[in-house]
């Protein structure tokens, strides 16, 4: 039984060990298109930041670990394209030389692109996208060779926010330039203006509501032209605007796409194709509320879609169960997190969302340190079930894990009213008799018991 | 509508406010048999530990909160005895004074008493017990005036580990004695040695293994005397060896008891007494799993059973959805939280507990601050069926919070691998791809196969 897996990151590498921790007599290879297997490439700004010291410390797993699981990893081999009838993918090395494998089952996880988006000169050097690790290298080798004093980030998503951070922490000037009303967009408008004043008490500086159009060169610096009469001078830009599904080897051997032109596949994570399966960036993510397919490439759906097609490519039956979107962020000494659906995501979705907003102490607030936090909770007026929240806190205020509880009455169907049922851990150090996410759904409710009356 | 309510701590507070905010117009009374309601009797500890300067904080409401909702308190006010056919509850205020308030309805939340061992000298000025607001003020006056070099603590469990945090913090030579082998027996063995570890690395002595039999005072100071010749002298005594609930006043309206001598309440929190609810630590407690009453008297399940009477004594019909013993204490810099059974628990309800233990770090370890946690997950092996959690680390690393995700998914009925599925928070600072908790469900489930062999 040859299985053959295509990438060497999050999807790829988890098709791998699933495979051979079922099946150790498979012969499992993985062709990864650069020498960087099982990176963790969501470290990357903590990287440039200085924060992490050696980029060899982003490895989930070294070389060595991988291959003492019997698994075999073809370092810088490029696959073009796959002959499905023939069961061969071609592939070319490092120095061109073309050759074919052959595959029983085939697992694509050729994860996502940087999206370029339509601004002149953006190919100008000092321009900078950040997915895998040679882009880490190119800015780190810039960060080091030209000590630029300012940068310009395009994009206030995610990587925006963190790597706003990160180079704030190695004392550039940045400058946030974000197309939409507020920095992350992921979350309410409320959370992004907070997070907004959190940068600004960073000194870096927040433009909204702006497109940029033009990059330029004059007098060794780089000028960034943008809608509303928008100019900066800066000596480096970073783009992130988002990524787009890496598909071409799938579509070669007749692989459907769907959604934001991602790979279609049921939720065995298998493609249309005979025996071929796929996973992570590339692929359309069954969302667990929508109950249709989305696109919302994240590493943990990566990790757990690539489980399940290399349990199924040695011939289980794993199925996904599905993504609630949930994400965490720390920026500063901040924490955004958020999962399920936002307010106008449950209206666009045909919910009819009621949103509650408490703000509260992390812990009883006669403990030291207490600080205050920011709790949404979205829920569905007639059902009364709990289709999302969002979270704004202090760092070291549990925040992260706090998000988690919602997710997981979410993944169990809960209805608002669920949470206050819920048995969660107490101590005034660490919480309330009441946790804040109970505190929350009491308000949110109290808020329907008003519109219904009191009962008796 | 006159709404009696017996008892100023968390079930008898949680109850009135419900039952105003759902019946404005009814008449709500709390009879408070201290001065001191809805005090935060969880915070003593950390009152007499000094890191809580005014006692007066650790209310959760004041006074004038509670009166502004409209509820009367009859403060110092103890009741003596229910009358359960003409509806009415003598009382005796603090001056002796005698009366009779009557009710329409009537909850009943008389809390819990510090177990009294049998101990000889166990009345010796410098023994203490910890419960109300008069306890604290007691042992802060004796630590003020007598200015105790050393102090012996009986008991290891919750609040005997707070106690000695709290002691050795205001520079007291501490010793614990617990007659089991180890130190919070509510968790395991091998937890509760981590735990001695780091009570000994703050110089407490632990005494495991050893009953204490006599107080004796010798030349002014007190000697302690235990099985296997344990001899201590010492300056201060705590006894901490459980709580016993306070069902006197309702055993004279006609209220049955059960497990631990509490009273026997339906989910709704009715008493077998027409009109007349309970909550809080006198009364038997659902437990979600077992599907049996327990006696399980903690502060977020009297906030909730509360609730719950508060609600149904207007004319709701709410119900307790059960408890899992849910509970997190930090000593030191330690946090232990727990959820569900343990497998002796478990084994002893007709389970087949099977218990995967993972050591790992709360966030990837190339961010700065990584510490590692220690996670048990215990499921039952025929069924899969997660029954319990219990986890270790370092506070500030979302240990409490972590097992409120396994209490929510245990309050769903999940199964273990239904914790591998879950699309949790993840960013590195905060977390890895697969939670601690997810990781712990795969070393659990990966056991579990090695037993059923690989699919295909």
């Given amino acids: 039984m040859d299985l053959l897996i295509i990438g060497g990151s999050d999807a790829g590498i988890s098709a791998a060990l699933r495979a051979k921790e079922l099946m150790p007599s498979a012969n499992v290879s993985i062709a990864v298109a650069d020498g960087f297997?099982?990176?963790?490439?969501?470290?990357?700004?903590?990287?440039?930041?200085?924060?992490?010291?050696?980029?060899?410390?982003?490895?989930?797993?070294?070389?060595?670990?991988?291959?003492s699981k019997g698994i075999r990893l073809?370092?810088?081999?490029?696959?073009?394209?796959?002959?499905?009838?023939?069961?061969?993918?071609?592939?070319?090395?490092?120095?061109?030389?073309?050759?074919?494998?052959?595959y029983d089952r085939l697992v694509i996880g050729t994860g996502a692109a940087s999206v370029r988006p339509p601004i002149n000169g953006i190919e100008t050097p000092g321009v900078f996208f950040l997915r895998w690790m040679a882009d880490?290298?190119?800015?780190?080798?810039?960060?080091?060779?030209?000590?630029?004093?300012?940068?310009?980030?395009?994009?206030?998503g995610y990587i925006g926010m963190e790597m706003a951070d990160a180079l704030t922490l190695r004392g550039i000037k940045v400058t946030v330039v974000e197309f939409a009303d507020t920095v992350l967009g992921t979350v309410t408008p409320v959370f992004g203006k907070m997070l907004q004043e959190?940068?600004?008490?960073?000194?870096?500086?927040?433009?909204?509501?702006?497109?940029?159009?033009?990059?330029?060169?004059?007098n060794g610096a780089m000028i960034i032209k943008g809608s509303n009469q928008f100019e900066i001078s800066t000596d480096m830009v970073l783009v992130a605007v988002g990524s787009r599904p890496e598909t071409a080897l799938a579509r070669s051997a007749g692989c459907r796409t769907g959604l934001n032109g991602a790979l279609t596949v049921d939720r065995h994570m298998r493609t249309n194709v005979q025996d071929i399966f796929a996973a992570g960036d590339c692929v359309e993510t069954w969302h667990r509320i929508l109950q249709k397919p989305t696109y919302l490439p994240l590493g943990t759906t990566a990790h757990k879609q690539g489980r399940i097609a290399g349990e199924n490519a040695v011939g289980g039956d794993a199925a996904f169960e599905g993504s609630l979107g949930t994400q965490a962020v720390k920026i500063f000494d901040l924490v955004v997190a958020r999962t399920g659906l936002g307010e106008r995501e449950a209206k666009m979705a045909g919910f009819d969302p009621f949103t509650a907003s408490l703000e509260t102490w992390d812990h009883k607030v006669y403990y030291p340190n207490a600080r205050l936090m920011t709790i949404r909770i979205i829920g569905d007026r007639p059902t009364g079930r709990c289709l999302g929240a969002q979270i704004l806190g202090r760092h070291g205020t549990e925040v992260s894990k706090r998000i988690d509880i919602i997710a997981t009455a979410i993944y169990n169907d809960s209805k608002v009213s669920d949470l206050v049922h819920l048995d969660l851990s107490y101590t005034p150090p660490l919480s309330s008799p009441w946790d804040p996410v109970q505190m929350c759904a009491q308000a949110w409710l109290r808020e329907q018991e008003r519109g219904s009356g009191a009962p008796g």
Avoid: M
Wanted: charged share 25%.
């Fill in 198 to 218: 959190e940068l600004e008490r960073h000194q870096i500086q927040v433009v909204t509501n702006t497109t940029v159009e033009s990059i330029t060169v004059r």
């Fill in 37 to 67: 297997p099982n990176f963790s490439i969501c470290g990357l700004p903590f990287y440039l930041s200085g924060e992490v010291a050696d980029w060899r410390s982003l490895a989930h797993r070294t070389i060595d670990e991988i291959e």
């Fill in 74 to 102: 073809l370092l810088r081999h490029r696959a073009q394209t796959v002959g499905p009838k023939q069961r061969t993918v071609a592939v070319t090395d490092h120095t061109g030389r073309r050759s074919r494998l052959t």
């Fill in 136 to 156: 880490s290298f190119s800015v780190d080798r810039y960060l080091n060779d030209k000590q630029p004093k300012s940068a310009v980030l395009i994009g206030g």
